[in-house]
């Protein structure tokens, strides 16, 4: 089930994360930002009351944490797109090769040979998609910090209800970033709420897709849910070419998403 739940993850997230390019450039990358964690916290609220249990002190620090740490993992990406936006989507889809490295020692997940492979054909893949030759430290960030706000939801998620720590998380990095958007001048309030109002389909995609993402990494080792949600590299690129009529370099750019496929169809037919 996990693997349905981790492909459908990708599937909607490529459907939103497809349209940020436009709305970052007018709103700005923080504000964005915040308005999109708000939205997905709000969307959830309902879901994580009806599944709500007691959970240890533990849950709230680790939720905590992986809130405020995938909220400037996506902030980071978010203003590295402002200045390139393709390089820094594909180092910031970089994070299968850091969790590899870090989920056997922190976790203790097992990396096998034909999980590794996998997971590097992804990652080579998703540089092959959308890395312009131009390097961004952002898109590097964003992965390397979404790395350890995995990790960290992995930690607890099992303690509880996943929708609870996905509401929890993303509203409290919400919380702690909002007073960021008061200190560029102007309304803080109102640029958030014109995010929220603005990008409300966007927040659905996201809300969806998140639901997904936790769910699977609760049933899932995260070393093998990280690389198969990058199917949203391959949707995306479908839509760039259907969609918004992109076909420059199409030939070489489908190259790497056979990579990328092929590596996703490796995690989950490990031996």
Same mark, same amino acid.
């Given at each position: 089930?996990?693997?349905?739940?981790?492909?459908?993850?990708?599937?909607?997230?490529?459907?939103?994360?497809?349209?940020?390019?436009?709305?970052?450039?007018?709103?700005?990358?923080?504000?964005?930002?915040?308005?999109?964690?708000?939205?997905? #916290?709000?969307?959830?609220?309902?879901?994580?009351?009806? &599944?709500?249990?007691?959970?240890?002190?533990?849950?709230?620090?680790?939720?905590?944490?992986?809130?405020?740490?995938?909220?400037?993992?996506?902030?980071?990406?978010? =203003?590295?797109?402002?200045?390139?936006?393709?390089?820094?989507?594909?180092?910031?889809?970089? &994070?299968?090769?850091?969790?590899?490295?870090?989920?056997?020692?922190?976790?203790?997940?097992?990396? &096998?040979?034909?999980?590794?492979?996998?997971?590097?054909?992804?990652?080579?893949?998703?540089?092959?998609?959308?890395? =312009?030759?131009?390097?961004?430290?952002?898109?590097?960030?964003?992965?390397?910090?979404?790395?350890?706000?995995?990790?960290?939801?992995?930690?607890?998620?099992?303690?509880?209800?996943?929708?609870?720590? #996905?509401?929890?998380?993303?509203?409290?990095?919400?919380?702690?970033? &909002?007073?960021?958007?008061?200190?560029?001048?102007?309304?803080?309030?109102?640029?958030?709420?014109?995010?929220?109002?603005?990008?409300?389909?966007?927040?659905?995609?996201?809300?969806?897709?998140?639901?997904?993402?936790?769910?699977?990494?609760?049933?899932?080792?995260?070393?093998?849910?990280?690389?198969?949600?990058?199917?949203?590299?391959?949707?995306?690129?479908?839509?760039?070419?259907?969609?918004?009529?992109?076909?420059?370099?199409?030939?070489?750019?489908?190259?790497?998403?056979?990579?990328?496929?092929?590596?996703?169809?490796?995690?989950?037919?490990?031996?």
């Amino acid at each position: 089930m996990w693997i349905w739940l981790t492909l459908g993850s990708g599937v909607f997230n490529a459907l939103w994360t497809s349209r940020i390019k436009s709305r970052v450039q007018v709103e700005g990358a923080l504000p964005f930002t915040v308005g999109m964690r708000w939205g997905v #916290a709000l969307c959830l609220v309902p879901l994580a009351l009806a &599944t709500w249990q007691p959970v240890p002190l533990r849950w709230w620090v680790f939720t905590g944490l992986a809130g405020l740490l995938e909220c400037v993992s996506l902030w980071a990406a978010t =203003r590295g797109m402002r200045r390139d936006y393709y390089s820094t989507y594909a180092l910031a889809n970089v &994070t299968p090769f850091f969790v590899g490295l870090t989920a056997p020692f922190l976790l203790g997940e097992t990396m &096998t040979h034909s999980l590794w492979t996998g997971t590097l054909l992804v990652v080579a893949g998703a540089l092959w998609l959308y890395y =312009r030759g131009h390097w961004s430290w952002w898109g590097l960030l964003s992965a390397f910090i979404g790395t350890f706000s995995g990790l960290c939801t992995k930690e607890v998620i099992a303690l509880g209800s996943f929708t609870a720590h #996905a509401c929890l998380s993303f509203g409290l990095g919400a919380l702690v970033l &909002t007073p960021l958007v008061f200190q560029g001048g102007g309304n803080g309030w109102r640029k958030i709420s014109r995010n929220l109002m603005g990008n409300w389909s966007l927040i659905l995609l996201s809300a969806t897709a998140t639901i997904c993402f936790y769910w699977a990494i609760q049933l899932a080792p995260l070393s093998h849910v990280s690389p198969v949600v990058r199917v949203n590299l391959v949707v995306g690129f479908l839509l760039s070419y259907y969609h918004l009529g992109e076909t420059k370099g199409w030939k070489s750019r489908a190259f790497g998403a056979v990579l990328l496929l092929g590596g996703i169809v490796l995690v989950i037919l490990r031996p």
